[in-house]
Structures are given as structure tokens and as C-alpha cells.
């Protein structure tokens, strides 16, 4: 297996970033394999505000695989984890590496161990789609180090194991998870309907909304769904086909129109289906009912749509705009409603900062000076605290190599993550 010594270590880091679901996956036709009820699309968020960052680290002198998670160890036990291992184990190949005097062959992989650390650059488990960047991450950071040649549709197909919404996050832009009808999931990929550059004028807002209870998960969530709910059936086969193909025309053409109606009805769906779960799930809460209200308002007196909305299984609001001045638009009413709790306004905005000076917000007084959103026929109740954080962040681009070692998150020297 070559360094004679057996101390060497080999490292490869890389990153991911999360994605939101504007035509949603909820419902699983196969639990083990995760294969999906029906097709869904997503767009691919910048990995500058929403990502995982992953090593992974190969040594002789790893007596087994282990992983870190923000800093803490974490367990490799589970099911998803050990599915993704052993499907990018299969494929691994010969590795090279002559600067260093290592050589690893093919069959040598099965007797090596790994040692894996992963960060998230947003909270985790927050209902923002952690599990998505990092499954993805870790199975296209394992390619690389085992030099794995399969194209991005069969690491999509490995990362869905990890987490369904895992396989869309292969690619940055636009990206369609195809549900597949083989019984071994070998159909079930997603492949990238137009990249991130194809609509740059997009900006999206997320308003982080605070929560204290703990939500029901997606993957305990969509199982009651497919179990009880007569609209999931309903919506798979007959509704979400058809919406499928017309959001497809849409992202094609850049209708906003299109895009912003199909989003908006998709997300709302979704979350009808939850109400017809048994027992109820509830994932918005009363914030996310107002910020829905305060768009569809605006939309109305405008006759045309001019924000889209979606939210995941989490009370936070993912607001989608066509361009930067609707976004401007969007947040002056939203920091009308949503004022800051602490009267911080910088670190209420996270990620592109930019937006609140194109907004003319500068100062708390701007806020304050904030007119009354003029479609709220009856007063606007202003909330402090009911949002937790704004982030401001557009399309983005799909996982890539980190070739700096001051970025990779495990010492090369101890094989353990940084600081540990
Ligand atoms: N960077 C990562 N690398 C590997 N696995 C991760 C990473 N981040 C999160 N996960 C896995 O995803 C789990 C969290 O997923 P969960 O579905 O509960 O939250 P979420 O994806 O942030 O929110 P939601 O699915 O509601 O949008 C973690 O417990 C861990 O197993
Ligand atoms: C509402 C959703 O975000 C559900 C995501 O579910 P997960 O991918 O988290 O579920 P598992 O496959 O069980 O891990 C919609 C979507 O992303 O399409």
C-alpha cells in the first residue's frame, strides 16, 4: 500500500451548498433507498451564505472510520452514513500520490479507514437544508479522495441515500430530481436543468423565523403523510407532474410570472399536505403566515407577482425576487414588520449586507422611518423578534474542490480535525 512507514496521511476537501425545493419532494415510494413519490426541482443556493465545507482523510493508522460535525464527534452508525460509505467504497480506484510516496490500489480501500470533518457555514438542523449540503458534501468529497470517476448523476444517486433533497445539491442552478421507476433506485437522479448563471438577476431572502418548539423531522414527517394523507397520493400523480413540466418552461424562459405561481401554489400544496396528515403537522407558524399574507397583498396590488414564496418543514420563509429592486422593495416592508429585537441592524442581515444600503436602510432610524407597507389595508402590527435573521443570497454554483490546506478542517500531521 506504499510509505513503507504506514503514517502517512491523505486528505481531500471540498464544499456543498444547500438547496431549496420550489416543486417540493415529500413522500417516499422506498424508505431504504429513498427513492421519491414524485419528481421535484430546486434551486441551488451560493455557497458563500449556505454550505458545508467537508475533509475526509485516509491513513493506514486509522483504526476506524470517524466523523466530526461543527467540532463534535458524531456517530457513523446510522443507516444513511453507512449506505453513502459503502456505495463510494464500490467505486473507488487506484490513487497515486507521488509527491508523497502513496499508492493505493483498488482492492486496498475495503481495508481502509476514514476520518471525516464537516462544518456548516449556517445553523444546522434549522430547518435550512443542512442535511442536504452535507450529505452531498461528504459523498463528493469521498469521490475525490478515492478518485471515484462516476459522473455527477451517480453521485447524485449515492448522495440520496444520505438525504433525498442530498441529490440535488450535486449541481449549482437549476436542478430537477427525476424520480425514477426502477425498483433499485438506479433511475432515481437528479441532472441540472440550467446552471446558476442562466438567471443571475434572481435574489432570494430568507427570513430565519423563531421557533422554539422542536419540529417534526421531514423524514418521520412524509412517512405519516404517505401513510394517512389522500392528498399525497393525489398531488404525486395527478398535480405535480403537470407542474413539473410547466415549472420547467418556466426556468427555460425566465417567466417570474410562471415561476413565482408555480412556486408559491407547490409550497402551499405541501403544506396542505401536512395539515392532512394524521395526526397534523404543523411546520409554519404564525410569523410565516404573515409573511405569506404581506407578499400575496403586495402581488395583489400589483396585479402581477412580483415576489415568490416557499417554505420547507420549518417556519422560515424562503422569498425568491426577480430582480434586486423588488428585493429592496421586499425588505423595506419586511424590516417594517420585522423590525430588529435588538436594534442591530447589521447583524440581523447575514450574508449579501449590500441589500440594506440599496434599500436606503443604514441606520435603526431608517428603519423606524419606514413607511407602512401601503397594500396593508388594516395597521401593521410591527414584531420585534418574531424573525431571527435575514440572510440575502442569490443562485450558486455546485460543490468544488478546496485546493488550500488552510482550509481543510483535519491536521495532515494527526489525522484529526483542527483543534481537537
Ligand atoms: N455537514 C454535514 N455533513 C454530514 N451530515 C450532515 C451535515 N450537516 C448535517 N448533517 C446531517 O443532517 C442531520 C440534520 O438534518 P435535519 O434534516 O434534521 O436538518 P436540516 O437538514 O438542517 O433541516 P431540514 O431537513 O428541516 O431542512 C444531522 O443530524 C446530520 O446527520
Ligand atoms: C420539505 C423538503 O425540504 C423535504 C426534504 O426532505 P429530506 O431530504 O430532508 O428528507 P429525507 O430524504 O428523509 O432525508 C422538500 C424538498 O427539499 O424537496
Request: with cysteine; charged share 20%; aromatic share 8%.
Amino acid at each position: 500500500m506504499a510509505a513503507e512507514e504506514g503514517q502517512w496521511v491523505l486528505m481531500a476537501t471540498g464544499r456543498s451548498p444547500t438547496n431549496i425545493a420550489v416543486i417540493k419532494y415529500w413522500g417516499k415510494r422506498d424508505e431504504a433507498l429513498i427513492l421519491p413519490v414524485n419528481d421535484s426541482i430546486s434551486v441551488t443556493l451560493d455557497p458563500d451564505h449556505l454550505s458545508a465545507t467537508t475533509t475526509v482523510a485516509v491513513s493506514p493508522s486509522f483504526p476506524s472510520d470517524r466523523m466530526w460535525l461543527n467540532g463534535k464527534e458524531i456517530s457513523l452508525s446510522g443507516g444513511r452514513f453507512q449506505n453513502c460509505l459503502r456505495e463510494i467504497r464500490k467505486r473507488a480506484r487506484d490513487v497515486e500520490d507521488e509527491k508523497k510516496g502513496i499508492s493505493i490500489k483498488k482492492e486496498d480501500w475495503d481495508k481502509l479507514h476514514v476520518h471525516i470533518a464537516s462544518y456548516n457555514n449556517f445553523p444546522t438542523a434549522a430547518g435550512l437544508a443542512s442535511s442536504a449540503a452535507g450529505f452531498a458534501c461528504l459523498v463528493f468529497t469521498l469521490g475525490k479522495l478515492m478518485n471515484v470517476k462516476e459522473d455527477y448523476g451517480e453521485l447524485s444517486s449515492i448522495a440520496r441515500q444520505g438525504s433525498g433533497s442530498a441529490c440535488r445539491s450535486i449541481y449549482g442552478g437549476f436542478v430537477k430530481w427525476c424520480m425514477g421507476k426502477n425498483n433499485d433506485g438506479s433511475d432515481s437522479i437528479a441532472v441540472q436543468l440550467a446552471d446558476e448563471a442562466h438567471w443571475n438577476d434572481l435574489v432570494i431572502i430568507i427570513a430565519v423565523v423563531s421557533s422554539k418548539q422542536k419540529e417534526t423531522s421531514s423524514t418521520s414527517g412524509m412517512r405519516d403523510s404517505v401513510e394517512t394523507s389522500p392528498l399525497l397520493q393525489y398531488r404525486a400523480q395527478t398535480i405535480v407532474p403537470n407542474r413539473v413540466l410547466k415549472m420547467e418552461e418556466a426556468i427555460k424562459s425566465r417567466n417570474f410570472e410562471s415561476f413565482a405561481r408555480l412556486t408559491c401554489a407547490d409550497s402551499n400544496q405541501f403544506h396542505a399536505v401536512c395539515m392532512d396528515t394524521s395526526p397534523p403537522i404543523f411546520y409554519m407558524n404564525d410569523t410565516s403566515h404573515r409573511i405569506i399574507s404581506l407578499v400575496e397583498k403586495w402581488n395583489q396590488s400589483e396585479g402581477t407577482l412580483q415576489i415568490a414564496y416557499t417554505f420547507d418543514a420549518g417556519p422560515n420563509a424562503v422569498l425568491i425576487a426577480p430582480n434586486r429592486k423588488n428585493a429592496t422593495l421586499l425588505l423595506q416592508k419586511l424590516l417594517y414588520c420585522f423590525p430588529p429585537q435588538h436594534n442591530d441592524l447589521s447583524s440581523y442581515m447575514v450574508g449579501d449586507k449590500s441589500i440594506l444600503s440599496d434599500a436606503g436602510l443604514n441606520s435603526m432610524e431608517d428603519v423606524e422611518a419606514l413607511p407602512a407597507p401601503a397594500e396593508m389595508k388594516t395597521p401593521t402590527q410591527k414584531s420585534k423578534g418574531d424573525v431571527s435573521y435575514f440572510i440575502c443570497s442569490k443562485l450558486g454554483a455546485g460543490p468544488k474542490v478546496i485546493t488550500e490546506g488552510t482550509q481543510a478542517l483535519i491536521d495532515s500531521v494527526t489525522g484529526l480535525p483542527k483543534g481537537v
